[in-house]
């Protein structure tokens, strides 16, 4: 099984069209906004107005079964050219016969109204002009393959303009492939909830947090977050049968009930947190609300170091003092993570952790990933090394524990002192150097 060469090819709209597409059961439902749809309308109508020979419409990935092609990539697009020329009056538009459901019909008819309303505005010669222009100069690459697997390794290896996706956008992906028999409702609300999100914040939070994180408290390194790595974040596969992965499963469904149940008097508690970063988390819908989880959790340590501290206390002017910031967000974030968010108020928390990244700031004239690196790992010549804070907090059984860290004083040179001296009082003020 492999890429089919001889179907390897740039292919007409109307020679793509033609061709038996099918969807597949596993495929997202049908959500182009409105606005997407005109976006793609007056693109390729203003390529009609300039004349350009030849509109590419970007890649669209088959998978071939039997005499049939599942679309794996570009059925949002394929779906509103179908609308579009629909509406132009070609009812044979094979695609728009598969079986839709509710919520893809609802866009489907939103979209026919728009794009009639938008055709009602050109005259009959310029519509079949413009149907002509759509079904033979506008075109897309064809890559099929008759392995479904290998056609969700095209998909996840580029978006459809041919670039490479961003590690979130793999993940998303991935994981609605695990959502293949959930709810349809679902799936659109998850949609919508992720791409609701600021896709840049989206992806530092996994760049600069959950990856890192999930590697240094075991001692590793958390450098180099890309599209090769993200197997961290792929999870428990609901497939998965073996000991360990049932006991997760379990453990989640469990969490699950009970938040939806509400409180226990066994466990006196309320809501029980929901995600642990150094726990598996599951394949799925589970992963959506991990990411939404920790976004939340993001903003509310921001807002209490907002709180806590002043701005000569947290500089941000250089490059280093934004890595030494991000590492003490880090360190906050993992101690709520494994004691809850209150635990951050409790007797001198925040000021220990706070000693512990600032004190690297005004040891070290430069600071640089690599340096929050090693630091992170006790690997640091210069300070606090054999400590490796993140595999301590994971092995605390109490928040207490933390006072029971000893930190290095650092060797400081006068210039820090003046450059970071808000730093550097605040510190000595907590540590009575």
Known sequence: MALLQDEL????????????????????????????????????????????????????????????????????????????????????????????????????VTNFEILSKRLSELSKEVQSKYKEYLLQHCSAVQIVTDSEQE?????????????????????????????????????VRIINQWEDRNQDDLNELFKSYLYPLTQWYKGKNGLGYSSSKIDVFKGIKTTNVYNYAIYHKASNLFVEQFNANGSSEILATRALNQFQLTQPLMAGKRFFNYALHYGKQLEQIKNRINKFHNDKQIPSRRSGDLYIKQLYECALLFFADRFGIDSLSKSGVMQQLYSWSYSLRLTMNAVYPQTINKYVRGKHERLNEGLDLFSEISEMNNPEELKLIVLEQPNIENKNKEKYKGVYELLCEWNRW
Not at 168 to 184: G, N, T, V
């Open 151 to 187: 056609a969700f390794q095209f998909f996840d290896s580029q978006n459809s303009r041919g670039k490479e996706l961003a590690p979130h956008d793999l993940l998303k992906s991935y994981h609605l492939r695990e959502m293949d028999d959930a709810d349809e409702h679902l799936k």
């Open 9 to 108: 090819k740039i292919m007409t709209l109307q020679d793509l069209l033609g061709m038996k597409l099918a969807l597949p059961s596993y495929q997202r439902p049908y959500t182009w906004s409105v606005k997407s749809t005109n976006t793609l309308f007056l693109d390729t109508f203003y390529a009609y107005q300039e004349g350009i020979q030849e509109y590419r419409i970007g890649s669209v990935i088959l998978h071939k079964e039997n005499d049939k092609y599942n679309v794996v990539d570009g059925q949002q697009r394929l779906t509103t050219l179908s609308i579009l020329l629909y509406c132009l009056g070609d009812e044979e538009q094979g695609l728009l016969r598969e079986k839709y459901n509710q919520l893809s019909n609802d866009a489907i």
